[in-house]
């Protein structure tokens, strides 16, 4: 049976694949773009969290309505989608090499739309905004 849903969905995985292992877009934008694919998090609610709302050791994010700006202000963890050792694993080099970090968050999502625009343009491919990774499969 033809289901051309999947087919996207797997040219999707290989641009995404594309961008994070580039080494010519800077190393936190890929971890960003990486985090993204992972978690599926909306772009507003990436630009509120902070570090200690990522558990690698259960793989999950949680979304603490309090502290994260969530859709409808709700509470929930989320689980990282099975993109891939890779790209968890960039994540994870990422969050652990945190320390010079400040400790604030981006105040919106704009510069997180910027980099995956930025991203996108160097590695010549047509645009894939951030918020497409709400549906991955």
């Not at 772009?43 to 700006?69: G, P, W, Y």
């Amino acid at each position: 049976m033809f289901r051309p849903l999947a087919n996207e969905n797997f040219r999707a995985d290989v641009r995404m694949k594309g961008i994070v292992k580039n080494k010519t877009i800077p190393s936190d934008n890929r971890a960003l773009i990486a985090f993204t694919w992972l978690t599926g998090a909306r772009d507003s609610t990436i630009a509120s969290m902070k570090l200690k709302h990522v558990d690698l050791v259960t793989n999950c994010v949680f979304q603490d309505a309090r502290e994260v700006n969530t859709k409808f202000s709700k509470t929930f963890t989320t689980y990282f989608f099975p993109v891939g050792d890779e790209i968890q694993h960039i994540v994870a080099d990422r969050v652990f090499k945190a320390s010079g970090l400040k400790p604030e968050h981006w105040s919106n999502a704009s510069p997180i739309r910027s980099i995956f625009r930025e991203a996108f343009e160097t590695t010549d491919l047509p645009y894939f905004n951030s918020h497409s990774f709400l549906k991955p499969w």
